[in-house]
């Protein structure tokens, strides 16, 4: 009885190592149907994909605006010793995907930070700069500093391939104790109602995850990368059974923008403006379910328009991938690559038409972006003329034009009266401001009262100053 014990165990870790050893093999899912199948074990893969996880820590000074410490009177209290200055530091995983060391990492986990070091599994540290970091996407990529070698690399994995069910491993470091492994199955695909990142399009799975684990792996059992793990859903700040991917077909494509020198990611403009389908939508339009992506309005001369789609239109699937809503057009869509065309399906007055859209970055035009510094309220505000590749980086609406207001600079009178990142001046005192020559011109001006129109988001603004 003990050697027939003995040679089903060997049998099942000889299935194992077969089945590491053939790729596709990987793929055949089936039901456990022996004891010997559940004494598997996934030591094999972590041992394997480990070594290309690491720890991010990255650290950012901020200033301490306290006012009572600009005043003499206050200050006595505090012996002149309070620091104007302090470090904030974050935790992160993040998880090498070239061996030059590239590093993929969440953005938030970088944000604002003017030091980063990467911690490898072997628990030397290096410092690394940041090469690109894509708000949108909640992702960045970073490069080791003064490297003399070869790193061990995770290969990516075909995201669109994963199924409910599939089991997966999450691996970073959490609460910064130490290199952590947990595992779990895909609970669903394609969650785009988890107000994440702009690009709602989520692995979810109960593979535990929790704080420090963001920017970490998610692996399937051929060892590859299908996810970078960046958020939980949680009560309790720990993990829930509830935590979301970033799919590695969106991560293949922020960081192919990376080797290829770019600073930003350059993605395929549509130029239609779309809606969510209702259920009471859906019964006007005669669908059978409130699905697919419907048109709300097209941009004059956008590859949209010039592939023929209409207001009215219902986009149902992308390249023959099926399309539930805006953020799963918006997902299929922005990670095709530039230069080609995809076949877009659309419904109009019942029938199915497909469509060949080609894949174009937003139009650029030129910035001109200047730092007002006359006397007027928009003293230290950042201005540039606005295009929709800028109202893209800005997210504003596309269609958007004129002037909009890029940065503020602390403690300037633009501050003082209020305008913010994002504002579009529309007029100064009823004259039409059309680009940032328009508004250095007016800022000029002598003038003792100002009545300035703005767009704030979806709101037109009209406020009155005086000087």
Do not use: C
Request: aromatic residues 6%.
């Amino acid at each position: 009885m003990a050697r027939l014990r003995i040679l089903a165990v060997a049998a099942a870790v000889s299935l194992l190592f077969a089945a590491l050893a053939q790729p596709t093999a990987a793929q055949d899912r089936r039901v456990p149907d022996s004891l010997g199948q559940l004494q598997l074990s996934f030591a094999p893969i972590v041992q394997r994909a480990a070594p290309a996880v690491v720890n991010v820590y990255a650290a950012h000074v901020v200033e301490n605006r306290n006012p009572f410490f600009d005043d003499p009177f206050f200050r006595q209290f505090f012996g002149g010793g309070v620091p104007r200055e302090q470090v904030e530091r974050s935790l992160g995983s993040g998880v090498i995907i070239d061996p030059s060391g590239l590093v993929v990492t969440n953005f938030h986990v970088i944000k604002d930070a003017s030091e980063i070091k990467v911690a490898l599994a072997d628990k030397r540290e290096f410092d690394a700069d940041i090469v690109l970091k894509d708000q949108r996407s909640d992702l960045a990529v970073l490069r080791i500093k003064d490297a003399h070698e070869r790193f061990p690399t995770l290969e990516f994995g075909d995201s669109d391939r994963l199924q409910v069910g599939d089991v997966v491993l999450a691996i970073g470091d959490p609460f910064g104790v130490g290199q952590t492994v947990t595992h779990g199955i895909v609970s669903a695909v394609a969650r785009t109602e988890v107000g994440i990142s702009d690009y709602q399009f989520f692995i979810q799975t109960d593979a535990a995850i929790n704080p420090g684990n963001s920017g970490g792996a998610l692996v399937d059992m051929s060892g590859h990368l299908i996810g970078i793990n960046t958020a939980i859903y949680s009560r309790s700040g720990g993990s829930q059974g509830i935590g979301f991917a970033i799919p590695s077909n969106m991560v293949r494509f922020v960081v192919a923008s990376a080797k290829g020198g770019s600073k930003v990611v350059q993605r395929p403009w549509l130029g239609a403006k779309l809606q969510q389908i209702t259920p009471d939508i859906a019964d006007s339009l005669g669908l059978k379910r409130p699905s697919g992506a419907l048109v709300a309005s097209v941009v004059a001369g956008s590859p949209a328009a010039r592939a023929g789609i209409r207001t009215g239109d219902v986009i149902v699937s992308v390249d023959g991938a099926e399309v539930d809503d805006p953020n799963a057009f918006d997902y299929r869509f922005a990670t095709k690559p530039l230069g080609s065309t995809a076949q877009v399906a659309v419904l109009r007055r019942g029938q199915e038409t497909v469509v060949p859209v080609a894949l174009q970055p937003l139009p650029q035009t030129p910035r001109d972006e200047i730092e007002i510094s006359s006397a007027s309220p928009f003293r230290g505000a950042t201005v540039a003329n606005l295009s929709p590749a800028l109202a893209d980086e800005l997210r504003l609406d596309p269609q958007a034009h004129g002037v909009v207001i890029t940065a503020v600079a602390d403690g300037s009178t633009a501050q003082v009266f209020g305008f913010q990142p994002g504002d579009i001046v529309v007029a100064v005192n009823n004259e039409k401001i059309a680009n940032t020559a328009d508004l250095e011109r007016i800022s000029k001006s002598a003038n003792r009262s100002w009545r300035v129109t703005l767009r704030r988001g979806d709101q037109q603004i009209s406020v009155m100053f005086s000087g």
